[in-house]
């Protein structure tokens, strides 16, 4: 019941920032993650996912028009603990988006805000298999990560509209 209150209490904040600023541009790695977005962030939001539902995000092929999206985001939500290991980080450089890099708010690895389960103990190798050596990337499926996830992008969301960007800074005067 805490945890429900909580991220209610997040979307209201949320849904409070007032009307005249424009939807912030949410990009998620997967169409599960584009409705978790959707849903903490209302009208507030546009939302568009890399790969579509039917895809299997594990093999997806980076394309030209996931460099557009990319470079248009406000915010990338990743599943992370290596899903997109093989096609995000060629997206990301070609994106020349500094804000959705690791590191920046504009970038939340979702992997991060739950216990991750099945992390091997010593080396990993092919040879094994489909053995996920940062722990199973399918934690999502887990109701109560799902709530973890949307207080983690509520909590994000807050933060990018409290740090104004380069494009929302009025003119500097060089007089």
């Known amino acids: 019941m805490r945890t429900f209150f909580i991220t209610c209490l997040w979307c209201v904040t949320l849904l409070t920032v007032p009307q005249s600023h424009a939807a912030l541009q949410i990009v998620t790695t997967t169409e599960d993650l584009a409705a978790i977005a959707k849903a903490v962030g209302g009208d507030h939001v546009k939302v568009e996912s890399l790969t579509p539902g039917s895809r299997d995000p594990h093999f997806a092929l980076a394309k030209p028009s996931m460099i557009r999206k990319v470079y248009g985001a406000d915010l990338l939500l990743l599943i992370g ?15 020349r988006n500094s804000q959705v890099l690791p590191g920046n708010p504009g970038y939340l690895d979702l992997s991060t805000v739950v216990t991750l389960l099945g992390k091997p103990t010593g080396p990993v190798s092919r040879d094994m298999g489909d053995v996920h050596a940062q722990g199973n990337p399918h934690y999502w499926l887990d109701p109560e990560n799902g709530l973890l996830m949307a207080q983690a992008i509520a909590k994000r969301l807050e933060t990018i509209i409290a740090t104004p960007t380069e494009a929302t800074l009025p003119p500097s005067s060089n007089v």
Not at 81 to 95: F, H, K, Q, V
């Open 81 to 95: 603990a290596d899903m997109e290991i093989g096609w995000l980080p060629p997206l990301l450089r070609s994106g």
